[in-house]
């Protein structure tokens, strides 16, 4: 073949194979299923689908618009949005790629959650960033609800004995004390399961929770440590605090008792102070439990009379 031929050709090839490599990486581009965009500083320069499914907008009013509408202004954990992405950005630019969820809004501004994987591409003469995003919302609600179900009580929706336990750990520091710990035993639960029903005793339990959410501070820990046993922390608590805190408790009982119709509910209770992180939480909770046993006998004949003269109207029963 004739050399100038031959170099007639050579660029003819190269420029066909750049348009079919062209061709064929905005098929992917187009199909993807993860969203992709291309961003020049805050401007999209171009995006697929997927990512207009993401946002929930029209992909012709999308493309060119700005990132700006879909940033709410801070993250769970209060950094900035736009701080945020603004570091990490930068260091995109000077190529170290990145991979992170964060927490953006559609086009309505209702919020979603995505898996965002940032690199530097060169696109003719300019250098953007490539965002690839995948919708993460329904896991991110799935993790939440396994992390609720693994801390919290379900009849009672309190927290369950293992956050107790890390809060205790938490709460050891010093740097809340005081710290109150409160612990309270429901009188009677056996009777009120045998002689009304294991529905009742859910409901007891229910009613155990929502006198207690109505006793304390929402800042307190309330949570079922056992099967009839319930515990409270209370950080940077004074005593007089505690002990009106257990007054409510007594005084909420009280009106359940004797309200229409009466329920059957009793609670013993009993509570301690931790003032220095010298003292261990875990004596703390005992001196609590202590003195919660300590008035448990008493309470529990007074509500076996109360349970029997209002419920079964009989000779007291044995429970």
Not at 61 to 67: I, P, W, Y
Not at 114 to 132: A, C, G, H, M, Y
């Amino acid at each position: 073949m004739d050399d100038k031929l031959l170099n007639h050709c050579e660029p003819m090839a190269i420029e066909e194979r750049l348009r079919e490599s062209e061709e064929k990486y905005r098929l992917l581009f187009e199909t993807a299923n993860d969203g992709i965009l291309l961003i020049d500083r805050l401007d999209i320069v171009d995006c697929n689908q997927s990512a207009a499914n993401i946002f929930d907008v029209e992909l012709e009013k999308l493309r060119g618009s700005s990132v700006k509408p879909f940033l709410p202004p801070v993250q769970l954990d209060g950094r900035s949005t736009f701080n945020l992405l603004k570091e990490k950005g930068e260091r995109v630019l000077q190529g170290e790629p990145m991979l992170f969820e964060i927490g953006l809004n559609r086009a309505d501004k209702s919020p979603i959650d995505v898996e965002i994987s940032l690199n530097r591409i060169q696109l003719r003469d300019k250098t953007l960033v490539q965002v690839l995003m995948r919708n993460i919302t329904e896991r991110k609600e799935m993790e939440e609800w396994l992390r609720y179900l693994n801390l919290h009580d379900k009849p009672t929706g309190l927290y369950n004995r293992n956050y107790f336990e890390e809060e205790m750990e938490r709460l050891q520091s010093g740097r809340f004390d005081p710290v109150g710990i409160v612990v309270c035993d429901v009188d009677g639960l056996k009777l009120v399961n045998d002689n009304l029903g294991h529905q009742a005793g859910d409901e007891l339990l229910a009613a155990v929770a929502n006198i207690l959410l109505r006793s304390f501070r929402s800042s307190d820990v309330i949570a079922r440590i056992g099967g009839d046993e319930f515990a409270i922390l209370l950080p940077q608590c004074t005593k007089e605090a505690v002990v009106a805190a257990c007054q409510r408790i007594r005084d909420n009982v009280e009106a359940s008792r004797h309200s229409t119709p009466p329920f059957p509910i009793s609670l013993s209770v009993g509570w301690a102070l931790k003032h220095t992180a010298a003292e261990n939480m875990e004596d703390v909770f005992r001196e609590a439990d202590n003195l919660m046993y300590r008035e448990k006998p008493h309470n529990r004949e007074k509500f076996r009379e109360f349970f029997n003269r209002t419920f079964l109207q009989a000779e007291p029963v044995e429970g």
